[in-house]
């Protein structure tokens, strides 16, 4: 809903409607207000990917990656880390607590917030771990196997693709960042 009401707002100017703009303002607010309060989850230290829950979901690592909040947010900082190290548990991210195997884009989802969040080697480790799935065509599935090192679910699966290379350009322009700071 948030991304939803966000894109609407910024497209509205372009599109040259402005009617609504005002009343799309307040609902997107009234979305962020209910996501920050129900959406975390003080047992588990994390957001969670449903209201009243707390159950880690690794969707939630979308929250930096659309605009909902940084990286470095304290509560978004510590959820980026319990989905890493809760979720991440099988060497590839899981999407729930219950499932054996990892997904490639969430896992590449954690790589794009580590960088965000200034973890660039995590990230990077990260990354090439996920992208050694790949068969030799370069092709990637929608989960693996971490124990047998086998691709699962849809395959060809193109969200994977998508998450390698935004990932990739996500580490490239955090490394590339990092040189403009350091001169």
């Not at 947010?73 to 880390?81: F, L, N, V």
């Not at 499932?99 to 480790?125: H, K, N, Q, S």
Request: charged letters at 30%; one cysteine or more.
């Amino acid at each position: 809903c948030w991304v939803a009401l966000d894109r609407a707002i910024r497209l509205a100017p372009l599109l040259g409607d402005g009617v609504h703009v005002d009343r799309w303002e307040e609902a997107r607010e009234r979305v962020r207000a209910a996501v920050l309060t129900k959406g975390w989850s003080e047992r588990a230290g994390a957001y969670t990917g449903a209201f009243g829950s707390d159950d880690l979901d690794a969707s939630v690592l979308l929250l930096p990656l659309v605009g909902f909040l940084g990286a470095d947010d304290e509560r978004m900082w510590a959820t980026i880390e319990a989905i890493e190290h809760d979720l991440g548990d099988v060497g590839l991210v899981r999407r729930w607590p219950d499932d054996p195997m990892g997904f490639l884009i969430c896992t590449y989802w954690l790589v794009e917030c580590l960088a965000m969040g200034g973890e660039v080697a995590r990230a990077e480790e990260w990354f090439h771990r996920a992208t050694s799935y790949a068969n030799d065509l370069g092709l990637l599935a929608e989960e693996a196997d971490p124990d047998r090192k086998e691709l699962l679910g849809n395959y060809p699966q193109a969200f994977s693709h998508v998450g390698l290379i935004n990932a990739a350009w996500r580490l490239t322009q955090t490394a590339d960042q990092t040189k403009e700071d350091e001169r």
